[in-house]
């Protein structure tokens, strides 16, 4: 829809492109952009500024790393998020499994796991004794 918009000319589409600035007196008037590539400045007359962040992450050098990928995702273990490379772990967005659901509160879930893997990796034979936060730290209770 977004790109038909745009296509029809009932909004400038700006992509590959970062904000710089936003500009207005008591009101949006100008949004200043810098093109990701080109590093070239415009400033740009704005009734409405929508950003948009770029949700299909990039592996870049990553890419290279010897790691088992699969559609432009790191493939892991899902018992603890550890990939084909010893002591590389991948949570997020960047990672792949059967059933992956792309939501925040997944990557926190695999944060979790994968932190203990990572302590067991780093620390082994060292038992890790879990925290729970929700009321430790307060000296009232």
């Given amino acids: 829809k977004v790109m ?3 296509e029809k000319g009932k909004i400038n589409l700006i992509l590959n492109s970062n904000l710089n600035a936003v500009r207005g007196e008591g009101k949006l008037e100008t ?9 070239e400045t415009m400033s740009v007359e704005a009734d409405h500024l929508i950003p948009l962040f770029g949700l299909s ?7 290279h790393w010897g790691l088992n990928i699969s559609k432009s995702a790191i493939e892991v273990n899902v018992d603890d998020y550890s990939t084909n490379v010893p002591g590389v772990y991948a949570i997020g967005d960047i990672n792949t499994y059967t059933n992956k659901l792309k939501l925040i509160l997944c ?15 780093m620390n082994p ?5 879990m925290k729970y936060t929700t009321v430790n730290g307060v000296s009232e209770f």
């Fill in 4 to 6: 038909e918009l745009a």
């Fill in 31 to 39: 949004v200043e952009i810098i093109h990701n590539k080109t590093m």
């Fill in 57 to 63: 992450p990039k592996l870049g050098p990553i890419e």
């Fill in 107 to 121: 990557g926190f879930h695999e944060a979790s796991l994968m932190s203990h893997s990572a302590y067991q990796y």
């Fill in 125 to 129: 034979g060292v038992k890790y004794t």
